[in-house]
C-alpha cells in the first residue's frame, strides 16, 4: 500500500492509538485506521506546497495541526470537517 504519492514525512497516533496520522512528501495530511489500515480520510488538501514535516492531533482528535517546508506553514484542520481553519505562515 502506497500512504503518499511522494514519501512519507511524519507519523503519529492518537491517544487512544485507534487512528495514524501521517503527513507526506506531497503536502497532503491523511487519517488511517489502525485496525485494518485502511485511509479513514485525507484533509483538504494538499494544504501545503511542501513536504509536511510534523502532525499531532488533539487529546481529544477534534483537531490535527501539520507543519511544512512550504514557507514554514503551520495549519489547523478540523477534524469532523476535514477543512483547515488556520493557517499561519512563519518568518
Known amino acids: 500500500m502506497c500512504a503518499h504519492q511522494k514519501e512519507t514525512t511524519c507519523i503519529t497516533f492518537n491517544k487512544d492509538g485507534d487512528l495514524i ?3 507526506g512528501g506531497d503536502g497532503f495530511v491523511k487519517v488511517w485506521k489502525t485496525s ?3 485511509k479513514e480520510q ?3 488538501t494538499p494544504a501545503f506546497k511542501g ?3 510534523d502532525v499531532s492531533a488533539s487529546l ?3 483537531y490535527v495541526v501539520a507543519s511544512s517546508t512550504d514557507q514554514n506553514k503551520i495549519t489547523l484542520f478540523r477534524t469532523k470537517t476535514s477543512r483547515s ?3 499561519y505562515i512563519g518568518h
Do not use: P, R
Request: aromatic letters at 12%; a negative charge.
Open 60 to 62: 481529544n482528535d477534534e
Open 36 to 38: 485494518n489500515i485502511q
Open 21 to 23: 496520522y501521517t503527513g
Open 42 to 44: 485525507a484533509f483538504m
Open 85 to 87: 481553519i488556520i493557517n
Open 51 to 53: 513536504a509536511v514535516t
